[in-house]
């Protein structure tokens, strides 16, 4: 069985594996916790809480949380913390890989990875959702911007900004780095186009080999995305196969922008031959061949060393420290709880059974998201950058019986407990949709018709 600890290991090229936490009663990174709580339609935050309960004492740094099918995911399939370190997922689907993927994603610091407006529908990563539910087609990494986002290349990445310089290099797929096939100069995982007043792009060669050989789809193309800041959602604009060129006028005053693929190849390892540049400050053509070395050796060396060095050193350090900057992190410090005693996150935590009442109380949840577990943590700047050490690999038992919960089944299933529909029919009439939805099996099968994908 394929999981995200096989996948994050891949397309990380190593970077990030996330071993299975040990622990008293803890088998291969998994622990099962019991309830005499009703969990039929039981919030999955609610399910979280008994979850992460019943862990305490077992050091972990990261937590995924696998909850039955009647517990209520709002539609969703799983949720994650964004960033964070606890990611929640409904039984039925806590085995698809990309469903891991995307959620350790989310914890990772990344939002989705859209298209045409639409998001999730980036087929190029695992934040969209566009690839396979089953370990069959799920071996496929990131978009450009969340591989840029990543830093598991970070050596290969390449920054321009057409409205003062221009690329003329070759770009190669991750496998590259992999294979250690890699030029020592020259060739690029990953270009970042940055110019001021502009949405940041970034390209990679979408390589369809190694990690990311079964990609849902570009594979072997040069594919641009746009994202504005590090935790934004993405969203997918061109995919590029030889002689193509993407452009984008009005590039920061600088005429058009161009990306021009001149030349693809998917040998070992493949690589493609990108210019990116903006008309109003320089022309590239595929014509020339700056991928060689310059033939003659310059004539003169410089003659005069530089005249002036610095004078002064920069006088003030900073003074003071970042304040904790990590909103699920816990203040170490008292603060006033329920308006009126002294207490501290350790004291809100002490009792397990009373962490409930006093996470009600909104200064406790401010201060101790963590003890609290409260959900949807926003994220602070930085992704993690190290592999974390523990965490549950969580090897699901049971298999997603349908691929897609964002797709509908194409089959027909039974309506009411009593009557043979499709999916077609549940749609047919939009004023009887949400009527139609009310019965589990349609929302179930229909989750597009019924407007429940999240
Ligand atoms: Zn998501």
């Not at 005069?304 to 170490?332: G, I, L, R, W, Y």
């Amino acid at each position: 069985m394929i999981h995200q600890r096989v996948r994050y290991d891949d397309c990380s090229n190593g970077a990030l594996i996330f071993d299975p936490a040990t622990g008293t009663n803890v088998n291969n990174g998994v622990l099962t916790v019991t309830t005499t709580e009703n969990l039929n339609g039981m919030t999955w935050q609610n399910c979280g809480r008994i979850a992460t309960n019943g862990a305490r004492g077992i050091d972990r740094d990261y937590t995924m949380i696998v909850c039955p099918d009647v517990v209520n995911f709002g539609g969703a399939a799983a949720w994650g913390q964004m960033t964070g370190s606890i990611s929640w997922y409904r039984s039925r689907y806590a085995s698809a890989p990309i469903v891991q993927m995307h959620e350790l994603g989310h914890n990772l610091g990344h939002s989705h990875s859209g298209k045409d407006g639409v998001t999730y529908k980036d087929p190029t990563c695992n934040m969209g959702n566009r690839g396979s539910w089953s370990d069959t087609g799920s071996n496929f990494c990131f978009n450009a911007a969340k591989t840029w986002a990543n830093k598991w290349y970070e050596e290969y990445h390449v920054t321009v900004d057409p409205s003062s310089g221009s690329y003329d290099g070759t770009l190669v797929g991750i496998n590259a780095v992999k294979e250690d096939n890699i030029a020592e100069t020259g060739q690029d995982v990953v270009i970042k186009i940055d110019s001021s007043g502009e949405t940041d792009l970034y390209i990679i060669y979408n390589r369809e080999t190694g990690a990311n050989n079964e990609v849902p789809q570009n594979g072997d193309q040069v594919v641009i995305v746009a994202q504005s800041t590090g935790g934004s959602t993405s969203s997918w604009r061109a995919a590029l196969s030889e002689g193509q060129v993407y452009t984008q006028g009005g590039w920061s005053g600088n005429g058009n922008l161009i990306v021009k693929v001149c030349s693809l190849e998917t040998g070992t390892p493949g690589s493609a031959r990108v210019l990116v540049y903006a008309t109003g400050q320089e022309t590239l053509s595929c014509d020339s061949s700056p991928v060689s070395a310059p033939v003659n050796a310059p004539v003169s060396a410089p003659i005069n060393a530089p005249v002036n060095v610095p004078v002064n050193a920069p006088a003030n350090a900073p003074v003071s420290q970042p304040t904790q900057n990590d909103p699920c992190k816990d203040n170490s410090l008292d603060f006033l709880f329920r308006n009126k005693i002294e207490r501290n996150c350790e004291w809100i935590g002490k009792n397990s059974k009373r962490i409930d009442a006093r996470c009600q109380d909104p200064a406790a949840a401010d201060n101790c998201p963590d003890t609290c577990n409260t959900p949807g943590c926003s994220a602070p700047v930085n992704a993690p950058v190290n592999a974390p050490v523990n965490a549950p690999v969580s090897a699901p038992v049971s298999q997603p019986t349908q691929d897609d919960p964002c797709q509908d089944s194409s089959s027909t299933f039974m309506f009411r407990n009593k009557i043979e529909r499709n999916c077609e029919w549940i749609g047919r009439n939009s004023e009887r949709i949400d009527v139609r939805c009310q019965d589990p099996a349609a929302a179930d099968n229909c989750p597009v018709t019924c407007s429940i994908c999240a």
